[in-house]
């Protein structure tokens, strides 16, 4: 059985397909405009929904990388070694939320907002410990994604 492009890009980039899938969407009920009356879809709000679903995973994986680069602070800085352990486990499981839910498409909007992230990260890791780290994410995204 032969897959869609669009198959294919639910399988290997969910991110990207509802990006597309909404575009679509929008641009059939635009050029056909009788669609709009097909039974009671509430066209606007269906092509919302589809479009809201990529962020929503992409939001997903921005709060793991920041609790993966939260808790390899903790480890780098804080000095608590009875801690390393536990922190380690909870990084190795932000790292599988991570793999489970990042696509492809992903990666370069991250890349540019890996400061960010990492900030934000930092905010919370100096508020609980009252501690120096460094200004600039010591950490690459190749280093951080599984």
Known sequence: MNQTLSELTYEKDYHQWTIEQAQA??????THQELKHLGTLDWNNIIEE????????????????????????????????????KWQVEIQAFRIGIKRKIAPSMKPRLEAELEEIYQDAVSLVVLEYGIKVTNQCPYSLDELLP
């Open 25 to 30: 969407l929008r641009e059939l009920v635009n």
């Open 50 to 85: 589809i479009e809201a679903l990529g962020p929503r995973e992409y939001n997903a994986v921005v709060k793991l990388l920041m609790r993966q680069i939260e808790h390899r602070l903790k480890i780098d800085y804080t000095g608590l070694e009875e801690c390393h352990k």
